[in-house]
């Protein structure tokens, strides 16, 4: 299972985004399980919230 979408990008901004959520949709349709693709998906979401908060913290 892919994780880690940010660590791979290596920094927060709106094509990291795009990045992580176009990564996420190839892994999840080529998942073996419903259940995998789930899970990626929710990996990609906690992904996209770390970088939310990655550029709240470089905007204070």
Do not use: C, W, Y
Not at 7 to 31: D, F, Y
Not at 37 to 52: T, W
Request: aromatic share 2%; hydrophobic share 45%; glycine share 4%.
């Amino acid at each position: 299972m892919e994780k880690q979408f940010i660590a791979r990008i290596g920094k927060a901004s709106p094509e990291s985004a795009h990045q992580i959520v176009r990564a996420a949709l190839r892994s999840a349709a080529t998942a073996s399980t419903p259940n995998g693709a789930i899970d990626l998906l929710g990996e990609a979401l906690l992904e996209l919230e770390r970088l939310l908060a990655l550029n709240s913290e470089q905007m204070h």
